[in-house]
């Protein structure tokens, strides 16, 4: 079964700071891997959709990478916002299957 | 409507009733999924409907979970004889195809007291 996982937990960065966020998972036979934002109290905001031929997608100030081979993501963030303070869950969708599976999210804090 | 739509927000129960929770989806939103969100836990996968079928189930942990789509709109998931583990935010998410473009709903919180 695919397992997701996320490092840290939690993780907290004064304003202005570049950060990195890491997702791995088990199996490498993914269709794609998709990084979301959740407020509390919110649903899930999509922030990256990373197909599992692509490398990298970008939006804004973030970067997603993709090494499937690896089973490796990394969400990078740049130039961090107090607004960007939420928790950050990454999610596979695997080949074959239609449902996301998600690890347990880093709470990001980012200190004005 | 603009987003997904869930309701009730937050729903207090007595352990053993039976509740039903609500998903309104986007309109042409084909696919329809609804996770579980335990304190603590990543989101648990209960069931996907494409249209108003429900080809995967899989997830639903025991039988007194259920759930239906109705006109490939609306679904009910419902759990009946609820227990305190039963306690959770359900989410529901709908998509235009399988596998991309999720909208997920703000979730019904649901204790079970």
């Known amino acids: 079964k695919q397992e997701v996982t996320q490092i840290p937990a939690a993780l907290s960065v004064p304003e202005g700071e570049n950060l990195v966020l890491n997702c791995s998972f088990t199996?490498?036979?993914?269709?794609?891997l998709q990084w979301f934002r959740q407020d509390p109290g919110k649903g899930l905001t999509s922030l990256l959709l990373?197909?599992?031929?692509?490398r990298e997608q970008t939006s804004g100030r973030l970067n997603a990478s993709l090494d499937k081979s690896s089973g490796r993501s990394t969400l990078y963030i740049a130039a961090s916002q107090p607004g960007d303070s939420a928790t950050y869950l990454c999610?596979?969708?695997?080949?074959?299957?239609?449902?996301?599976?998600f690890g347990t999210g880093t709470r990001l804090t980012v200190i004005p | 409507g603009a987003g997904v739509s869930q309701s009730p927000s937050n729903k207090v129960t007595e352990k053993g009733k039976d509740v039903e929770l609500r998903c309104d989806p986007i309109?042409?939103?084909?696919?329809l999924y609804w996770y579980r969100q335990s304190l603590g836990q990543g989101l648990e996968f209960l069931i996907y409907f494409q249209g108003n079928s429900a080809p995967d189930k899989s997830g639903l942990p025991s039988d007194r979970f259920s759930a239906e789509r109705t006109g490939g709109s609306v679904s009910t998931l419902t759990i009946q004889r609820t227990q305190q583990e039963d306690s959770a935010v359900y989410l529901c998410?709908?998509?235009?195809?399988?596998?991309?473009?999720?909208?997920f709903g703000s979730g019904t919180r649901l204790t079970v007291v």
């Open positions: 309109s042409g939103h084909t696919a």
């Open positions: 990373i197909q599992s031929s692509q």
């Open positions: 199996d490498s036979a993914i269709y794609n």
């Open positions: 998410a709908s998509s235009f195809s399988d596998r991309v473009g999720y909208t």
């Open positions: 999610a596979v969708v695997q080949t074959g299957a239609n449902n996301l599976f």
